[in-house]
């Protein structure tokens, strides 16, 4: 789901101190912080096994082995407050409540575990006890964001809107801070039916970025219920020409076009509460870690368990840092009934495929696409995983489908028709495939990738050579570093009998790709053929030991034995 410029504001501004959540920064300790002088060697054991766990990014693992180093030095904050982080990014959630309690006995100021009490605090209805212990967090951007939001939801419930929407206008912090206090503060005042309040905030929040999916979703919402359904519409229309599968929009477009009044975003303070999480969560990103947006994620559906965003963006994070296991945990948290479920299905097929289990994977995605053949997007995710495994012709018939959905072809996407070309070509039906490259090339006459293959086929049947020169030189010009395109343009000189040209492009390709067989096996050709025999066999030799496919070693080895006829073409 799209959350780009978002999702950069916060990484860029947030995300190198993501996990110093707190001011003290205890997230980032080191083994000599954690393991005082003269405790037994089963606590230090039991720390280096969590560390491992960590870098592997094994959240369960890593949380047992620092729960049991725990369990030798209770008290320590620092060990407190990474188990309960992890313990909440797992979504134990009572396991987190209990060490959120110990850790503010020995660091009353932890954000971390002041977070978990409040949170536990709104899911009570206790939304005094939810402010008296977030004003107590120490105040690191982050954190210092996090409690701000919660505490004006907070106000809100407690009936006091004006100082709500107040407390939310008074958080000052890095600029980043903007677009989640105006998207805030266009939520509580709809809540609080206060509509030009609402829209004068959620436009604000709109213009900074207008690709966020909350932000869209919330500014239609806005707009509509303030009786501007006209602009709503128009807001949801752009988005989704560019997200046409979108569920959420799509059913909130289809609910405005009928005359639905939609409720707010967030009709409670609880609501509101996991919306702050939520986007949070969403935002922050793994480059450190997973487990402080999944912690963020976790709790915002603890506190709204019908909204299903949260669980899409929490197995998104794991699947992200090739956490399968866990990303699949959470996607088959998403009930059948939620429009969200192909999003989870097709995320799910993506992860199994991942870990070897394609055609459970591929049943996962296939319940998408035989309810809605037009949902390319599944369509392509289908056809994807099929041609990893060189399952063309499943593929192409995956594709075939999506094709036969299409109105207009002139408009279509180039690439399903290029996938569908190259899945029929390694299929051996070169006349459909020609036609779909063809037809790839129609929609985007410069697109590289058709350029290249259309280009190298012809080359490779040796017809339309001068044409197929053309469109290869086309594709390198622009893509002069790929070593690949790079490779066709010198076996476009190799056929059409231009051997220096052929074994200086050959050569760059090689050095921009000297790990693949193809393009050292095509060298040699070159070079033997240039008269440079004693490098074009080393050139073989070196080809044959970069594990070809079974075929092409045969070819490789019998030039190895007896070199290339005096005339001909290469089979290569």
Known sequence: MARAALTSLLRLACVAGALALSGAGALAVTAQDLVPDGLPTSLSGAYLAGRSADKAHDISAAATYYGAAL?????????????????????????????AERLVAADDRNPIARLVLATEAIKGGDYEKAKTGLARSAQAPLAALTGGLLGAWADFALGHADAALAAVDSLSGPSWYGIFKDFHHAAIADAAGRSDDAVAAIRRAYNTDKTALRVVESYARILARAGKSDEAIQALETYIATQPLNPVI?????????????????????QGAAEVLYGLGSAIGTDEGTELPAAYLQSAHYLDPDAFLPLIALGDVFQSANQCDEALAVYGRVPASSPLIRNADIQSGLCLDSIGKTDEGAAHIKRVTDSD????????????????????AEAADVYSKGIATIADKAKADWRIFYFRGVSLERSKRWDEAEADFKQAL?????????????GYSWVDKGIHLDEALKMIQAAVDRRPNDGYIVDSLG????????????????????????????????????????????????QWAHARDLDPEPEERAKIVKKLESGMPANGGSDG
């Open 442 to 454: 129609a929609i985007d006459p410069n697109q590289p990738q058709v350029l290249n293959y259309l």
């Open 250 to 270: 799509r059913d909130l477009l289809a609910d405005l076009k009928a005359g639905k009044k939609p409720a707010p975003i967030a009709a409670t303070a609880q």
């Open 373 to 392: 053949p037009s949902d390319l997007e599944a369509i392509m995710a289908l056809g994807a995983v099929y041609r990893a495994h060189d399952r063309f």
């Open 491 to 538: 076996w476009a000189y190799f056929r059409l009998g231009r051997l220096d040209d052929a074994v200086d492009q050959l050569e760059r390709a090689v050095e921009l790709k000297p790990e693949d067989s193809v393009i050292n096996d095509h060298l040699g050709d070159a070079l033997w053929k240039a008269g440079r025999k004693r490098e074009a066999t080393f």
């Open 71 to 99: 369990a030798d030095d209770y008290d320590n904050p620092a060990l407190l407050e990474r188990v309960l982080v992890l313990r909440l990014a797992a979504g134990e959630i009572d396991a987190a409540q209990s060490l």
